[in-house]
T-cell receptor, first 112, second 113 residues
Framework: DVKVTQSSRYLVKRTGEKVFLECVQD?????MFWYRQDPGLGLRLIYF???????EKGDIPEGYSVSREKKERFSLILESASTNQTSMYLC???????????FGPGTRLTVL | SQQGEEDPQALSIQEGENATMNCSYK?????LQWYRQNSGRGLVHLIL?????REKHSGRLRVTLDTSKKSSSLLITASRAADTASYFC?????????????FGGGTRLMVKP
């Protein structure tokens, strides 16, 4: 069974903390994506990567950074968490030229 | 800004009826995909239609694509209570650095038994 896994289902952090969200895929996909999902706003693309060590900004990159040191792992970093970053974070991977996206179960992050 | 917008935002139907959801987008695309999300879970890919295709079927799902109008529709026939979920369209388009997969706001479908 192909899989995209995310490090935590639920996470509670305090304002100002550095937060790492990790995503691992076992399908040897080149493309990986990070989204946040908020009620009424759908999924918004934060960052994406089409190769190891490559990263590109999506629609809402402010306040986030990413790391892709290995093909299977794509990390999202909140350098200094703020309450407006409370959200559901979803990771996805796909084959080149973006075929079907495979999603992880999501991480619900609460920043207090 | 979001590439795709779904219409309606919410839809409530009786079991056995057909459900139609529409998606409009802004720029040229490589392909368009539809996803389903059950409450609080990750998204599941349903169907992909390429920009040179006009219609595609998968079981009870039928997707159409009109690139001249930059729109797509998802039809679920003979709906079941288990089809209750949110449905999202996503477009793949090139954005200088690579191909992006961007989503609309989704349609919440409720199928009443």
């Amino acid at each position: 069974d192909v899989k995209v896994t995310q490090s935590s289902r639920y996470l509670v952090k305090r304002t100002g903390e550095k937060v790492f969200l990790e995503c691992v895929q076992d399908m040897d996909h080149e493309n990986m994506f990070w989204y946040r999902q908020d009620p009424g706003l759908g999924l918004r693309l934060i960052y994406f990567s089409y190769d190891v060590k490559m990263k590109e900004k999506g629609d809402i990159p402010e306040g986030y950074s990413v790391s892709r040191e290995k093909k299977e792992r794509f990390s999202l970093i909140l350098e200094s968490a703020s309450t407006n970053q409370t959200s559901m974070y979803l990771c996805a991977s796909s084959q080149p030229v973006v075929g079907a996206g495979f999603f992880g179960p999501g991480t619900r992050l609460t920043v207090l | 800004s979001q590439q795709g917008e779904e219409d309606p935002q919410a839809l409530s139907i009786q079991e056995g009826e057909n459900a139609t959801m529409n998606c409009s987008y802004k720029t040229s695309i490589n392909n368009l995909q539809w996803y389903r999300q059950n409450s609080g879970r990750g998204l599941v890919h349903l169907i992909l239609i390429r920009s040179n295709e006009r219609e595609k079927h998968s079981g009870r799902l039928r997707v159409t694509l009109d690139t001249s109008k930059k729109s797509s529709s998802l039809l679920i026939t003979a709906s079941r209570a288990a089809d209750t979920a949110s449905y999202f369209c996503a477009t793949v388009h090139y954005n200088n650095a690579g191909n992006m997969l961007t989503f609309g706001g989704g349609t919440r479908l409720m199928v009443k038994p």
